[in-house]
């Protein structure tokens, strides 16, 4: 099964130098790809002088994540995408239990690995950890992190199983589906367009999967650091972005209520512990969704499907009722 693994890279010259001898170490059977967004660094020069295999994508600017993949992809002639952060470290045989996956179902869509914390390699890592559903009103949680609640990685999620959605932080995808469902959304820039690309995977009819043997080490925050605003923004944003797309239309409106009415009360807590450029965030972000709602729910597909959440409310099982871990 041919794959390649496809780097998105943006003025991370020193994240190549650390990170991409070991992708070239234990991905014999990909082909490897550097995509490039329009760096000012000398991310390109250093791949050109020191790894000349490796093919290089140069996009015409800084597209972010969604849009960034969608061009580069367009270069890329494999049957499996492997969509890898430049700040992930990967494993021996990391390639070869998702390729059996996606061999052994043919409806399975999209894979995720184990990820765990590069900083801290006992724990799970917040961006994935060992796959991601969505509660009633879109707020994602993970097997191994729930909020900021990270588990340490003692084998209690070693066995593979179907998922609602797979971290970008290292995002396997058969390329015919991605092509059906015309990439990532370049409206999010970053952050959560991974979901909402499974999610509409799972609205055709397709299975995503998390796959414990493939198992790789993130950073994370590399490129947007935790606490950014920025980071708030595009998530609260993008988030509303993401309802308005998928959920089933006897929902949508109700749901929407409830979230704008629990990012208020996220915005009342910003307030009272000093950071008001987060809440500040949340108001940018609540109007960039009134200006781009019309054109969003022109998006909607022909189906939703009614089985898309794993809890009615997080927020209700981690603030009130004290649930810090994932519950099977």
Same mark, same amino acid.
């Given at each position: 099964?041919?794959i390649?693994v ?6 991370g010259v020193?994240?190549?130098e650390?990170?991409?001898?070991? #992708?070239i170490?234990?991905?014999?059977e ?14 390109v020069s +250093?791949?050109e002088?020191?790894?000349p295999?490796?093919?290089i994508?140069?996009?015409s600017e ?8 969608n ?8 049957? #499996?995408y492997a ?9 021996? %045989? ?9 061999? %052994?179902?043919?409806?399975?869509a ?5 990820i765990l914390?590069?900083?801290n ?9 060992a796959?991601?559903?969505i509660d009633?009103?879109g ?11 990270i588990e340490k990685d003692?084998?209690? +999620?070693?066995q593979? &199983?179907?998922?609602?959605? @797979? ?9 015919y ?11 999010f ?6 979901i909402?690309l ?7 009819g397709?299975s #995503?999967?998390?796959n414990?043997?493939s ?13 950014h605003p ?6 609260? &944003?993008?988030?509303?972005?993401m309802?308005?797309?998928n959920?089933p239309?006897e ?20 307030i009272l512990?000093g ?5 500040? @965030? ?7 969704? +009134?200006?781009?709602f019309?054109?969003?729910y022109?998006k ?17 099982q ?11």
């Amino acid at each position: 099964m041919n794959i390649a693994v496809v780097i998105l890279n943006w003025n991370g010259v020193q994240l190549l130098e650390q990170f991409l001898p070991s #992708i070239i170490e234990f991905s014999p059977e990909a082909t490897i790809y550097v995509a490039d967004n329009a760096s000012t660094d000398e991310s390109v020069s +250093y791949i050109e002088q020191f790894y000349p295999t490796v093919k290089i994508i140069k996009n015409s600017e800084n597209f972010g994540f969604a849009q960034g993949y969608n061009e580069a992809l367009k270069h890329v002639d494999a049957e #499996i995408y492997a969509l890898v952060n430049s700040d992930i470290e990967v494993t021996a %045989n990391w390639l070869s239990s998702v390729i059996d996956t996606f061999k %052994n179902d043919p409806q399975t869509a999209i894979v995720q690995p184990k990820i765990l914390d590069f900083k801290n390699k006992e724990y799970f890592e917040y961006a994935g950890a060992a796959g991601g559903f969505i509660d009633k009103y879109g707020y994602p949680y993970c097997r191994g992190r729930v909020f900021d609640t990270i588990e340490k990685d003692q084998g209690q +999620y070693d066995q593979d &199983r179907e998922i609602f959605w @797979a971290s970008g932080a290292c995002f396997f995808i058969r390329s015919y589906v991605f092509k059906e469902l015309h990439g990532f959304d370049d409206e999010f820039f970053a952050h959560q367009e991974e979901i909402d690309l499974c999610w509409r995977a799972i609205n055709k009819g397709y299975s #995503i999967k998390y796959n414990y043997k493939s198992l790789v080490y993130h950073v994370g925050g590399a490129t947007l650091k935790q606490g950014h605003p920025m980071k708030t923004y595009l998530n609260f &944003r993008n988030s509303l972005l993401m309802l308005t797309k998928n959920l089933p239309k006897e929902s949508l409106f109700g749901i929407l209520f409830v979230r704008m009415v629990l990012d208020g009360i996220a915005g009342i807590q910003f307030i009272l512990q000093g950071k008001f450029s987060h809440f500040t @965030a949340i108001m940018k972000a609540h109007y960039s969704f +009134y200006t781009l709602f019309s054109n969003t729910y022109k998006k909607r597909g022909t189906f939703q499907s009614k089985k898309y959440y794993k809890l009615k409310s997080i927020v209700f099982q981690y603030f009130v009722n004290g649930g810090k871990v994932f519950v099977n």
